[in-house]
């Protein structure tokens, strides 16, 4: 009796600390995903200037370099353009994966599909300078929300386990 309730003292410690690193990792995860947006964005513009490729082109080979949630929604943007506008598809897109991703991160990347494909060149790269000094900003909050909540979240986890397990001996 006495090894099975130290077992599941153990146990309840474990889950609780394993449920704090899962919360605390989705502010690392919302970091590199806009860290990979952002580098996606820059490699998009730099193609449309030079290139001349059509989108959905650009879109496909851009999701095989990046991978992850945002090489899913650039590869979903890019087959959904086969039957939608560019600027529907790259909104359906973000619908379609899930990410770590704000609203308010959401919100301003779905704003660029309004001038997708429907603008000239210097148009879409101008919006897509805009979107990047928004992530920025973003991936600014983004390493100050990770420095204070990270440790929070995994130190809570413990403490909570720590203090489930004390009243139940």
Known sequence: MLIFKFILLISIIVV?????????KKYSRRESELKDIKSALNMFSTKIKFTY??????????????????GKIFERASVRMKEESAGEAWNKSFEDVVTNLLDEDIT??????????????????????????????????????KLKNEKMYRTLGIISGMTIAIILI
């Open 16 to 24: 609780s600390t394993l449920l704090g690193i899962l919360f605390s």
């Open 53 to 70: 490729e059509p989108i959905p082109n650009l879109f496909l080979e851009i999701s095989n370099k990046i991978g992850g949630n945002i």
């Open 108 to 145: 301003t990347l779905k704003n660029l599909g309004r001038l997708l494909g429907q603008t000239d060149l210097e148009g879409q790269i101008s919006e897509i300078e805009v979107v990047n000094q928004f992530l920025d900003t973003q991936l600014e909050n983004a390493r100050q929300e």
